[in-house]
């Protein structure tokens, strides 16, 4: 009974946090911790399993129909679900969406199923090494593949980089550009840089490219039986985003977010080398939301078959059952496996259908325009700012950064932030992997 | 003794300032415990910086549990000595490896072998002392520094063949430092992640230490620090610890 209550409010959570934007996995945790202190322990890892599944599917919604990314990993379901939406292909971008994402989360069940012996082994090829050249890559790729010119790519990619500087490192000793601010010595948060680098130059942009009407024709049954039918045409870009989310959900710390991403730049790379890639491209889009689902997946191999958390979500999950005096060794998290599979597979076939009862309810949009959608939209991403915040104790201070960073949004709407965006996430671990592949082989 | 009654029941309010669900947390939700019904509310902030300004600015009684490192010069979380009560609590440094793997459990592998690695945090502070102690096991120890995170995997990628760590959690131990073993000599022998207790009022640290919160932490390999001295005496220690660690830079 209890299994099936958890299983619920896993749901229910995972919808909420894939509607509202910024209030993501490690949000959600943090504000169950107090009812997860008295569940049985498996219940606590099927109410994460369930909430992260759940989520993806309802993160992929807002970013293509409100054009906002509710997580990093959403980024590319944005710049190309959204385009889609606008151009009136919104149906068929959640559609597929949903339709790929459901085929990756059975994938990377079948996969981890079938190479169960071998997952001891699986950090064995995760070194540094492979790790930098990961990143570099994925770094390097997402520079040239920006709609941007390259030095104009290289400039944001390096601003990214500056900005995810920012702080009171302990590894140095040295604070970096704080400007005697104390509400800058932990750093410029994620979501303040998504909000005013990302959403608000895109939001503006499409606003004055094209202002308009909400117009959304909503899902049926028979789209998604037609999508089903339609979907072969996808088939290499599917099997390739779920090998590469599958494999980019295992990277410590950054686990199903470079999953989406190391899918969206393999595939957008191969479509512009074909000279086929425009923004709004399906295959683009089916390649980023498939492979995040693989990746939530994946993610758990570690926890579950290593005893290590490679997310903050895991590693609260992990103080959870160290604070109740549970075992949390190997051999425990291998028993929950088989519930843990169940509640996964579960909640992804409730989210697909769920998804499209949620996109129809949308339709009450239609016919307002769309300035005003995107006012709102900016009204919520600040509140949910302000709430992301509040979970870390710092709800005011990182509103006050994301304001302070918007007139360079507002100047920057003519251009792809992407690259400033990823230079923000990734030129830390990048810098880091690269040290230690110098101390280690050098 | 109307008025010494108001003060006793006065609440006192503890400060958290580090991640949710961490180490210091944890402490601090240790501290909160342990003051049972005189326990107010916990304030809660983004940094150390922040906290540091209520600890000096605030009038309502405040404590929290307050990492050494802080206390290093130069450090924008560095208090006033005033602000600190007592020395709190202190975990060796344990040097681990992944089991099953014979060669490092072999700890003349870690003395002699010209091709040792060993993972540590990356901390300014604590990664100079840790590297100049293990130079000085083995000149040939290669040390690399990892962040949180991918520290977690590192054993297990098979990059390195030890870990240093002050809660050692299921890995098995191949060495603490803690005086007694590897080189009890040397400096750094004695050395661990320790905190300080920090706070505006007079209290007494051995109330946490005798609470029900404190003998039912999860950090058990964390013991009171320095118990049994004067304030001033531990104070002067953890001087010299700050001064002997900023030296080896």
């Not at chain 1, 870390?392 to 965006?421: E, F």
């Not at chain 2, 990664?127 to 000085?136: C, D």
Request: proline residues 4%; hydrophobic residues 45%; aromatic residues 10%.
């Amino acid at each position: 009974m209890e299994t099936l209550v958890v299983f619920a409010a896993g749901i229910a959570s995972g919808l909420l946090s894939g509607v509202l934007p910024g209030v993501g996995g490690f949000v959600i945790m943090t504000m169950a911790y107090p009812f997860l202190l008295h569940l049985d322990p498996v219940n606590i890892l099927i109410f994460y399993v369930t909430m992260a599944s759940i989520d993806q599917y309802f993160n992929g919604v807002t970013a293509i129909v409100f054009g906002v990314p509710g997580a990093s990993m959403n980024i590319p379901t944005q710049i190309e679900g959204h385009k889609l939406f606008r151009r009136g292909k919104g149906s068929d971008a959640i559609m597929f969406s949903a339709m790929g994402s459901y085929i990756a989360s059975m994938f990377a069940v079948l996969l981890v199923l079938s190479l169960l012996p071998a997952l001891w082994g699986i950090y064995g090829i995760w070194t540094s090494l492979m790790q930098a050249i990961l990143l570099g890559t994925a770094s390097l790729v997402l520079v040239c593949v920006s709609r941007n010119s390259i030095w104009i790519s290289i400039l944001l990619f390096s601003l990214g980089a500056l900005l995810g500087r920012v702080g009171y490192h302990t590894e140095t000793g040295y604070a970096f550009m704080t400007l005697g601010l104390d509400v800058l010595y932990s750093g410029i948060p994620t979501m303040a840089v998504l909000v005013s680098l990302f959403a608000v130059p895109v939001l503006l942009k499409s606003h004055i490219k094209q202002p308009g009407n909400f117009e959304f024709p909503g899902v049926t049954l028979e789209g998604y039986i037609h999508t089903i039918r339609r979907l072969k045409t996808y088939w290499s870009t599917l099997t390739r985003s779920c090998f590469l989310g599958s494999l980019g959900g295992l990277m410590p710390g950054m686990s199903f977010g470079f999953s989406s991403l190391l899918s969206y730049i393999t595939e957008k790379f191969l479509r512009r080398r074909k000279g086929i890639y425009k923004t709004g491209d399906m295959h683009c889009l089916i390649a980023c939301e498939s492979a995040n689902n693989a990746g939530v997946f994946t993610q758990l191999v570690p926890l579950l078959f290593l005893g290590i958390p490679i997310t903050a979500s895991e590693a609260l999950i992990y103080n959870v059952l160290e604070t109740r005096g549970l075992p949390v060794d190997i051999e425990w998290f291998e028993s929950t496996f088989d519930q843990i599979l169940i509640a996964f597979a579960l909640s992804s076939i409730i989210g697909l259908f769920l998804s499209a009862k949620y996109v129809n309810m949308l339709k009450i949009f239609n016919g307002l325009p769309i300035g005003k959608i995107y006012v709102t939209i900016f009204i919520v991403l600040l509140i949910a700012l302000w709430q992301t915040g509040a979970t870390q104790y710092a709800g005011m201070t990182h509103l006050w950064i994301a304001l302070g960073l918007i007139p360079l949004g507002v100047l920057l709407y003519k251009q792809d932030t992407t690259p400033l965006l990823f230079g923000f996430l990734l030129s830390e671990p990048l810098i880091d992997n690269i040290k230690r592949v110098l101390v280690i082989y050098f | 003794m109307l008025v010494g009654t108001t003060v006793y029941a006065e609440k006192i309010d503890v400060i958290k300032h580090s991640r949710a669900g961490g180490l210091i947390d944890r402490m601090n939700e240790v501290i909160a415990s342990s003051l049972g019904d005189r326990f107010g509310k916990f304030i809660n902030v983004a940094n150390c910086v922040q906290a540091k300004q209520i600890l000096e600015k605030t009038k309502t009684p405040v404590l929290t549990a307050w990492p050494t490192e802080r206390e290093a010069s130069g450090s924008p979380c560095n208090i006033n000595n005033d602000l600190l009560i007592s020395t709190f609590s202190n975990s060796p440094y344990h040097i681990t490896y992944l089991e099953g793997n014979e060669q490092s459990a072999d700890i003349n592998f870690l003395k002699t072998s010209e091709s040792v690695i060993v993972g540590i945090w990356d901390s300014n502070f604590w990664a100079t002392a840790q590297t100049e102690f293990l130079l000085a096991i083995n000149p040939s120890i290669k040390v690399v520094r990892y962040k949180t995170k991918p520290f977690m995997t590192a054993l297990t990628s098979g990059e390195i063949d030890y870990k240093l760590l002050s809660s050692p959690g299921n890995n098995p131990v191949l060495a603490i430092m803690d005086g007694k073993s590897l080189l009890p000599e040397h400096k750094f022998s004695n050395m661990g992640y320790s905190m300080m207790f920090a706070g505006n009022i007079p209290y007494d640290v051995e109330k946490v230490y005798s609470s029900h919160a404190w003998r039912n932490r999860i950090d058990t390999t964390h013991e009171p620090w320095l118990q049994n001295l004067s304030r001033t005496d531990k104070l002067k220690l953890v001087e010299q610890m700050l001064a002997d660690i900023a030296n080896t830079r």
